[in-house]
T-cell receptor
Framework: EPEVTQTPSHQVTQMGQEVILRCVPI?????FYWYRQILGQKVEFLVS????????KSEIFDDQFSVERPDGSNFTLKIRSTKLEDSAMYFC????????????????FGPGTRLTVL | AQSVAQPEDQVNVAEGNPLTVKCTYS??????LFWYVQYPNRGLQFLLK??????LVKGSYGFEAEFNKSQTSFHLKKPSALVSDSALYFC????????????FGTGTRLTVIP
């Protein structure tokens, strides 16, 4: 069964450094997402991406964040200058894109990347 | 605004007994409701969803959930719990006319006791 994959599984970085988290969505999916989960808190939406542009983003997704689909398979989340409060588990998800990606689509999640900012 | 509440942080049940994991939601519009399960060091795995139609939906691993519009609930159930069901369960909602993103509850840790 196709799966969303993410690398690395754990990333440790110094405050102020840039990090890139990588995801390979399910191959025939058209919508891509990033969520994060700070330890002990709920999973929060960051951004959705369709047709090579951001379709929605949350208040969390400020100018420090960017997303890109650099080729036909990868989907990346870049944090330009990490802060301590960026430490979290970051989940990538993808969905098929039926009905414009809305409503009935199921989002399938990757295993996550644990980001630790020191 | 959309929100999901999972009132129980922890649910313990004996193996073989029925289990229920509770979820209530608040949306402005028609809800689409989802359950995901998270095993240690794994991502969120889709279990089931309610979009429309029959209020009782069946999903993976013998789980089912009942949509109750009047009580704004979508409780997850299984007739006979297995030790392997022990995991973290998340309820999520999105609005049929709204954005793509899911709103998650805080999660309920289910422990099935042998």
């Amino acid at each position: 069964e196709p799966e969303v994959t993410q690398t690395p599984s754990h990333q440790v970085t110094q405050m102020g450094q840039e990090v890139i988290l990588r995801c390979v969505p399910i191959s025939n999916h058209l919508y891509f997402y990033w969520y994060r989960q700070i330890l002990g808190q709920k999973v929060e939406f960051l951004v959705s991406f369709y047709n090579n542009e951001i379709s929605e983003k949350s208040e969390i997704f400020d100018d420090q964040f960017s997303v890109e689909r650099p080729d036909g398979s990868n989907f990346t989340l870049k944090i330009r200058s990490t802060k301590l409060e960026d430490s979290a588990m970051y989940f990538c998800a993808s969905s098929l894109g039926l009905a414009g990606g809305r409503g009935t689509d199921t989002q399938y999640f990757g295993p996550g990347t644990r980001l630790t900012v020191l | 605004a959309q929100s999901v509440a999972q009132p129980e942080d922890q649910v313990n049940v004996a193996e073989g007994n029925p289990l229920t994991v509770k979820c209530t939601y608040s949306v402005s519009g028609n809800p689409y409701l989802f359950w995901y399960v998270q095993y240690p060091n794994r991502g969120l795995q889709f279990l089931l969803k309610y979009i429309t139609g029959d209020n009782l939906v069946k999903g993976s691993y013998g789980f089912e959930a009942e949509f109750n519009k009047s009580q704004t609930s979508f409780h997850l159930k299984k007739p006979s719990a297995l030790v392997s069901d022990s995991a973290l369960y998340f309820c999520a909602v999105r609005v049929s006319t709204g954005a793509n993103n899911l709103f998650f509850g805080t999660g309920t840790r289910l422990t099935v006791i042998p």
